[in-house]
């Protein structure tokens, strides 16, 4: 999913994933500086995913920004 996001969407545009299951999209979308817009009708996989994309954003992108 990285390589889809990163590939056919532009910085300013927001993903959206009707059928958000792990959230595996909306980690792709953060890791590549998209917007992102889940929906998914299970609680516990919302959660799941929702936790998933919180923990993408905290840990931001590693080889993003100068070297060193």
């Known amino acids: ?3 889809l996001v ?3 969407t532009k910085p300013a545009q927001v993903v959206c994933d009707p059928f958000m299951g ?7 979308a953060v890791q590549a500086g998209r917007g992102f817009i889940g929906i998914e009708r ?13 923990d993408a954003q ?3 992108n590693l ?3 100068d070297p060193a």
């Open 1 to 3: 999913m990285a390589e």
């Open 6 to 8: 990163a590939d056919f």
């Open 22 to 28: 792990s959230g595996t999209t909306g980690v792709a």
């Open 42 to 54: 299970d609680h516990a996989h919302f959660n799941l995913a929702c936790r998933r994309i919180e």
């Open 58 to 60: 905290r840990q931001g």
């Open 63 to 65: 080889f993003m920004g």
